[in-house]
Nanobody, 115 residues
Framework: QVQLVESGGGLVQPGGSLRLSCLGS????????MTWYRQAPGKERELCAH???????TYAESVKDRFTISRDNSKSTVYLQMNSLKPEDTAVYYC?????????WGQGTQVTVSS
């Protein structure tokens, strides 16, 4: 079955960096369009960054120029490099794959930006 496992979250000071990873299994990774979402307490889940099967990327305005999404199909992994982190980036970050017309989600990883 399709599984996504996120890792790399944690506590970081404002201005710091983190790299999130999402390992996929149970499907042909190169055929999946991958997206990172986040959900802050009391807020709706929002899209952060997307990478297509061909490697094209899109970003939310709130993270543009600070976050970079990439994928390594040989490792079945999608990454989210987060730089210049702000307290408002604090959220649970989720990985999603759209595969065969169906969306599958990981369990999420907590990112807390605080001094």
């Amino acid at each position: 079955q399709v599984q996504l496992v996120e890792s790399g979250g944690g506590l970081v000071q404002p201005g710091g960096s983190l790299r999130l990873s999402c390992l996929g299994s149970g499907f042909t990774f190169s055929l999946g369009a991958m997206t990172w979402y986040r959900q802050a307490p009391g807020k709706e889940r929002e899209l952060c960054a997307h990478i297509s099967r061909a490697g094209g990327t899109t970003y939310a305005e709130s993270v543009k120029d600070r976050f970079t999404i990439s994928r390594d199909n040989s490792k079945s992994t999608v990454y989210l490099q987060m730089n210049s982190l702000k307290p408002e980036d604090t959220a649970v970050y989720y990985c999603k794959v759209l595969y065969g017309g169906v969306s599958y989600w990981g369990q999420g990883t907590q990112v807390t930006v605080s001094s």
